[in-house]
C-alpha cells in the first residue's frame, strides 16, 4: 500500500517502525530490523482499529497479545516495551479524531487486554514447552544411556547445544557435568557448580513435596518429577526454574545417575507478579483496589471463632464540587493525598486501605480485638484529614463521612458487611458530613426496608395492593356529614397495611406518585359518585364531596389538568364535588408557572385546600393569591386546646386566622378533632368544618354511608 506522507497510512506505519525499534533488541527472532517492522505493521493496524471501534473488542486486543508471542516476543520485557510504547504513540499517530479523554481511557484498556493476551500465550506455550521438556528428557535418558555405553559425542552435541540447563549428578547427590546453558542460568562457572551438591541447593521457598519426590526418584521409586524451584544465584538473587529431574539407570536397569532439566522461569514470573499487581491495585493512588479488597475482606470473614474485624468506609464530602469547579486533574491529586494520608493510618498488621473507586475509601482490620480500635481507626482517619491539602496552589478542606461496621468473623457475607458500612456511611453524610457512625442493625433494617418498599412500589400498584380509607368531613354548625378525605395504604405481603407516610415520601422520590396519585383520584371520584347517587340529592343536607391529596410532584406534572378533568367526565361526576388537597409548604414561594395549573381547575369549580395550614410559615398575606378557597388548620392547633384550660395565646391566634381567612372568603376546616370539647371550642372560635376520630376514624366507604345515612335520617 502506499503511503501518502503524513496520511493514516505513513502514520501507522511509522508507529510500527517505534514499536519495532523499542521491541528488536529484545525479541529472540531471526528476522532483521526492517523484516520484524513488517511483521508488526499487521499486528500495528489491528490495535489501531481497536483503539477506534465504537465499542471496545476485547478479544481482538487480545489476540495481539497472544500474537507477540508468536512473532518470538516471549521475553516479558517485549511486553513492557510495547505496553509502553502503546501508552505513548498509539493514540498519537493513530487517531484522527476523538474525545482524548475517551481515547486515552480505550488505550489504557488496549494495554491491559495486550498485557492478557500476551500472558495466556505465553503460559500456553511453556506448558507446550514444558512436554517437549519431558519429551527430551525421555529421548535424553536414552542418549545418555547410550552415550555413556556407546557414542560419547553424540551425546555431548545434545548436551552442549541444548537451550535449557542441563545437569547430571550422581545418587549421592555430586553434580558430574552441567552444559553451557546452565552455568549461564546460574551465574557460576562450570567448576563453581560442580563444586556444590544437590542437596546444597535448598531454597526457603521449596515446596513441601520438592525433597520429597527427591529422594524417592534417588532411591529409584519413582522415574521422574516436575517442580517449580527457585534457586540463589551466589549474586544472592533469585533464579525461578521449571525443573524436570529423571532417573538414569544402567543397562541392567539399576538406578545409576540423575539428570535435571532446567527452564529459567525467573522474568515470566517477574511478569505475572507485575500483571497481578495491576489487577489488585488501582493506577491512580496505588492502593489496593476492589478486588483484592474484597480478597482481604473475604479472608477476615472467614477465620475462625475468636476472630473479629473492624471496617471504616469513607466517602469524602462534596468531591464532586472540586471536580466540577478545579476539573479532573486537581480532583485526581487530591485523591492521590488523600491515599498517603490513609495509607499511613493503617500500619499496624492486620490492617489495610484500599479504594473502592470514586472518592471511596475503606479500611480494614483483623484481629482478635478490634473493638477498640476501629474506634482508634475512624480517629485516626477523621485526624488525618484535618490539615487541608494544596492542589494547584489552592488549600483545599477535605472532609469525609465514615461508616465504621465491627463485628465477630463467620457471620456475614462481605457483601452484607459492606451494604451495612455504606447505610451507615450515608447515615453520617445526612448527619451533615464529616464525622463516622457506627453501624446499627435497626438502622440499617429500616434502610433495607425502605429499599424494598421502594422497589416494590411500582408492583403494588400494578397488583392492586392499595386501597384507600375515607375520613368524613363534619359541619360544625350542624354536625352533618359533608364528604371525606381520601386516605391511600398499602396492604403489603408481608409488611401489612402501611400508612402514606411510609410510602408516600418513597413514591415521591421515585415519581410513582404520579401514577400512584392519579389511581386514588380515579378510584375517589370514582366513590363520589356512588355517594352522590345514594344520597346526594333528596335527604342530605349537601351533596357528599371528596377530597384528595396531591404531592408536590404531582403538582409540576404537565398533565394533571388533563387527567383531572378526563377522571371527572369519565366518572360523570362535577368539579364542585372534587377538592384537592395541596400542602402550604409546597406552595411557599410558588410562582405563577406553578399555579398555572390550579388556577385553571380552580376556575373550572374544582375547590382548592391549604393543608396543613399553620405548619409552613407562610405569609398570611400570600394567601390572596393562592387560587385556595379552603383552609386546613393543622392538627397542631386542634392539641394545643386538648389541654384545660387551653391555651389563651392559642386560642387567639387560631380566632385570628379564623378571621383573616373568612375575611378572604376561604372556608376553615380544622384537621385532628378527637373530643367533644375540641369540638365545641373550634366551633365558637368559628371554624366550618372538622375531621377527626371524634367524628371517626378513616375507614372503608360504606362507613361513611352509615355516617351520612344516620345523618340524613336525623
Ligand atoms: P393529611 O392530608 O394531613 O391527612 C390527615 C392525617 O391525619 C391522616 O393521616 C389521618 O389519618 C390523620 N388523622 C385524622 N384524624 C385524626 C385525629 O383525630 N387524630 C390524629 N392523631 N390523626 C388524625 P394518614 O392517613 O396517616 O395520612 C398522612 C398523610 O399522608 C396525609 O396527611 C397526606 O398528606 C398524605 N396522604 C394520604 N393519602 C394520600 C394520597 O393519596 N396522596 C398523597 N399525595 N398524599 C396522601
Ligand atoms: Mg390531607
Ligand atoms: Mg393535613
Known sequence: MTAEPGGPEDRLRRFATIWSRAVYPVASTSSTRPEFERELLPLARRLREVLRARGFDAPEARAVGAALVDAHCTDPDTLARTLDCVDAYLVLYCAEEGDPEHLRARSARLQHAVAAGFAAALRERTLAEQEAIAQAALKAQGVVAEALHASEARFRAVFEGAAIGIGIADLEGNILQVNGALTRMFGLSDTGLRARRVRDWTHPDDAPQTWRLHDELVRGEREHYHVEKAFYRPDGTVLWTNLTVSLLRDADGSPQYQLALMEDTTERRLLNLRLRYEATHDALTGLPNRSFFFERLEKALAAGPGHRFGLCYLDLDGFKTVNDSLGHAAGDRLLVEVADRL?????????????????????????????????????????????????????????????????????????????????????????????????????????????????????????????????????????????????????????????????????????????????????????????????????????????????????????????????????????????????????????????????????????????????????????????????????????????????????????????????????????????????????????????????????????????ALVDATA
Open 343 to 707: 495509607q499511613a493510618c493503617a500500619t499496624a498488621p492486620g490492617e489495610m486501605v484500599a479504594r473502592l473507586g470514586g472518592d471511596e475509601f475503606v479500611a480494614l482490620t483483623a484481629g482478635p480485638d478490634t473493638g477498640p480500635g476501629v474506634d482508634a481507626l475512624a480517629t485516626r482517619i477523621m485526624n488525618a484529614l484535618l490539615a487541608p491539602i494544596s492542589v494547584d496552589g489552592r488549600e483545599l478542606t477535605v472532609r469525609g463521612s465514615i461508616g465504621v461496621v465491627e463485628g465477630p468473623a463467620g457471620e456475614r457475607s462481605p457483601a452484607e458487611v459492606l451494604r451495612s458500612a455504606d447505610i451507615t456511611m450515608y447515615r453520617a453524610k445526612s448527619a451533615g458530613g464529616n464525622r463516622y457512625e457506627l453501624a446499627d442493625p435497626e438502622a440499617d433494617a429500616r434502610v433495607i426496608t425502605r429499599h424494598g418498599l421502594t422497589t416494590a412500589l411500582p408492583a403494588a400498584l400494578e397488583r392492586g395492593e392499595f386501597f384507600i380509607e375515607y375520613q368524613p368531613l363534619v359541619h360544625l354548625g350542624d354536625g352533618g356529614v359533608r364528604g371525606a378525605e381520601a386516605l391511600v395504604r398499602w396492604l403489603h405481603p408481608q409488611h401489612g397495611v402501611l400508612g402514606p407516610d411510609r410510602f408516600i415520601p418513597l413514591a415521591e422520590h421515585t415519581g410513582l406518585i404520579v401514577p400512584l396519585g392519579r389511581w386514588v383520584l380515579e378510584q375517589s371520584v370514582r366513590q363520589a359518585r356512588t355517594w352522590r347517587e345514594r344520597y346526594g340529592t333528596g335527604g342530605a343536607p349537601a351533596p357528599l364531596r371528596i377530597n384528595v391529596n396531591l404531592s408536590p410532584c404531582q403538582l409540576t406534572h404537565p398533565g394533571l389538568v388533563r387527567d383531572t378533568v378526563e377522571i371527572l367526565e369519565r366518572a360523570g361526576v362535577e368539579p364542585d364535588a372534587l377538592c384537592l388537597e395541596v400542602t402550604e409548604s409546597a406552595l411557599i414561594g410558588a410562582d405563577d408557572d406553578l399555579l398555572k395549573p390550579l388556577r385553571r381547575l380552580a376556575e373550572m369549580g374544582v375547590d382548592i385546600a391549604l393543608d396543613d395550614f399553620g405548619t409552613g410559615y407562610s405569609n398570611l398575606a400570600n394567601l390572596r393569591r393562592l387560587p385556595v378557597s379552603i383552609l386546613k388548620l393543622d392538627r397542631s392547633f386542634t392539641q394545643s386546646m386538648q389541654r384545660f384550660p387551653a391555651d389563651p395565646v392559642d386560642l387567639k391566634i387560631v380566632e385570628g386566622i379564623v378571621a383573616l381567612a373568612h375575611s378572604l372568603d376561604l372556608t376553615v376546616t380544622v384537621e385532628g378533632v378527637e373530643t367533644g370539647a375540641q369540638a365545641e371550642q373550634l366551633r365558637v372560635l368559628g371554624c366550618d368544618t372538622a375531621q377527626g376520630w371524634y367524628y371517626a376514624r378513616p375507614g372503608p366507604p360504606e362507613r361513611l354511608h352509615d355516617l
